[in-house]
């Protein structure tokens, strides 16, 4: 899937709970800028996928048409087939990682994240016998990762860990390799599920 395909299928599910919405209601949920917003609904409507209905010049109420409806199955399916193998191939290359860091002797490891990837990287953790000491995640810090406390990215650089497995992807391009959060330096220490 592409950029404006994840954006048409955000605004499909939100006009399906509530027709309210606007161009900056929009653009905060959707993360981007409120013209982008803007030229997106505009070219749905424009598609044929919304019904705008104009309250007063300050509220506008949009609805799914059977077009919207079926674009907005055609969407949810793609995604889900992309979420699928995105996890087959993530399982595949953490498992793979875990191997290669056992097989050259490391014993500790610490995660960069704790989002979906880094719970499919666990699974490798567990599996080659590799110890969890450590978990850095800029939005969870102070909450727990498989009984681990998350500490602040910034404090990555202190690691005691023998190596770091990052599981932050670029949320637009996820399988993008050697991805880094803005403010984190590479280390010699770190290894990426998609290198």
């Not at 490891?109 to 989002?115: E, N």
């Not at 978990?135 to 500490?151: E, H």
């Not at 770091?164 to 399988?175: E, F, L």
Request: glycine fraction near 6%.
């Amino acid at each position: 899937m592409d950029r404006s395909e994840l954006l048409e299928l955000e605004i499909l599910k939100h006009v399906e709970q509530t027709p309210r919405l606007n161009n900056r209601m929009a653009a905060r949920k959707l993360g981007v800028s409120v013209k982008l917003a803007h030229a997106t609904l505009k070219k749905m409507i424009a598609k044929g996928l919304l019904h705008v209905k104009k309250e007063h010049a300050r509220r506008w109420d949009y609805f799914l048409t059977p077009a919207g409806i079926a674009e907005k199955t055609r969407l949810t399916y793609e995604f889900l087939e992309f979420s699928f193998q995105f996890y087959h191939e993530a399982r595949k290359r953490s498992a793979q990682l875990c191997r290669t860091l056992s097989e050259q002797g490391l014993k500790t490891v610490a995660l960069m994240g704790a989002g979906e990837l880094a719970e499919i990287t666990y699974l490798g953790l567990v599996e080659w016998k590799l110890q969890l000491v450590a978990v850095y995640d800029g939005d969870r810090a102070g909450q727990p990762f498989m009984a681990v406390p998350i500490s602040p990215l910034a404090d990555v650089d202190r690691s005691p860990a023998d190596a770091i497995i990052v599981c932050m992807y670029n949320k637009q391009h996820p399988m993008t390799p050697r991805y880094l959060p803005d403010g984190v330096s590479p280390s010699p220490k770190m290894h990426w599920v998609f290198a």
